[in-house]
């Protein structure tokens, strides 16, 4: 089981960074892939959290090597989740710069011909310069507030609630347990 996740999350590394047409305005297809690190991670999670359930008696604060343990597996899966996407976020920064130093560089020339019109008191060009200026703009600010890592935003919430779960279950079983004398 090792071997087959480490070979598959190394695939969908290779296939993110090798192989995927990247456009920061299209990124669903992109989400795809991000499914099998989200399980892998999850799978994880859920093996830890079953090992301790079943090894570690409830009245007891966790030992140290049971913190130990689920540290470990937090881990993997944390790697599990973010390494194989390291390509495509690479990717889609790169691709995602590239786009703002282009519009940058239009809202720039853009910018200095409305100077030139200004001062030679070509005032009739005004409108076009600044409906041009206005929409590189916005242009700006959307490519500003597009993601670079290609998972959908509802799956990193449902591994940091994952890697996070053991941890309030912990402190909910403690408080409880200080209130009724246990």
Do not use: C
């Not at 969908?12 to 305005?25: E, G, K, L, P």
């Not at 990124?27 to 991670?41: C, D, K």
């Not at 093996?47 to 008696?57: D, E, K, Q, R």
């Amino acid at each position: 089981m090792v071997y087959h996740s480490v070979h598959q999350l190394v695939q969908v590394s290779r296939i993110y960074t090798d192989h995927a047409r990247i456009n920061v305005y299209q990124l669903q297809p992109l989400y795809a892939l991000s499914r099998p690190g989200a399980f892998t991670a999850l799978g994880a999670i859920a093996f830890i959290y079953t090992w301790l359930s079943v090894s570690a008696p409830v009245v007891r604060s966790p030992s140290p090597t049971d913190i130990g343990f689920y540290l470990v597996f937090a881990a993997i899966g944390g790697a599990a989740f973010v390494l194989p996407l390291l390509g495509a976020h690479r990717r889609l920064t790169a691709e995602k710069e590239a786009r703002l130093a282009e519009s940058t560089s239009r809202f720039e020339a853009a910018t200095i011909e409305l100077h030139n019109q200004l001062d030679r008191g070509r005032l009739l060009q005004m409108d076009h310069l600044n409906k041009a200026l206005a929409s590189l703009e916005i242009e700006q600010n959307a490519l500003r507030k597009i993601p670079t890592w290609p998972w959908q935003p509802g799956a990193i919430r449902a591994v940091v609630a994952a890697l996070l779960l053991p941890v309030a279950v912990w402190a909910i079983q403690l408080v409880v347990g200080r209130l009724l004398g246990a």
